[in-house]
């Protein structure tokens, strides 16, 4: 079993930046794909950016390509979103996930989630 605890979200004005932070728990993260998803009220829940065990394979939703990096620390069991040139558009509640590879991140095949944190960006 896999806890794990998203933080970092908070009020950011357009422009700005955040960086999301992802703690695992009871396990550890070194064989999972990891990912992030969000949702925006009234809206489902998408992918975001996903990142392979290894940390090397990476991938993002068309929307956040040039902007949002994610990056895993298999030594700390963690994973990071960084988020650059947030627009009105990014505000939502964000998610982070484990999955077995990061073709079940990209297509929701998800097996842990985290609790969510709260991302809202001001114009």
């Not at 950016?49 to 390509?65: F, L, M, R, T």
């Amino acid at each position: 079993q896999v806890q794990l605890a998203e933080s970092g979200g908070g009020l950011v004005q357009a422009g700005g930046s955040l960086r999301l932070s992802c703690a695992a728990s009871g396990r550890t993260l070194r064989t999972y794909a990891m990912g992030w998803f969000r949702q925006a009220p009234g809206k489902e829940r998408e992918f975001v950016a996903g990142v392979s065990w290894s940390g090397i394979g990476k991938d993002y939703v068309e929307s956040v390509k040039g902007r949002f990096t994610i990056s895993k620390n298999n030594a700390a069991n963690t994973v990071y979103l960084q988020m650059n040139s947030l627009k009105p558009e990014d505000t939502a509640v964000y998610y982070c996930a484990a999955a077995t590879n990061i073709g079940s991140v990209r297509t929701g095949k998800i097996d842990y989630w985290g609790q969510g944190t709260q991302v809202t960006v001001s114009s």
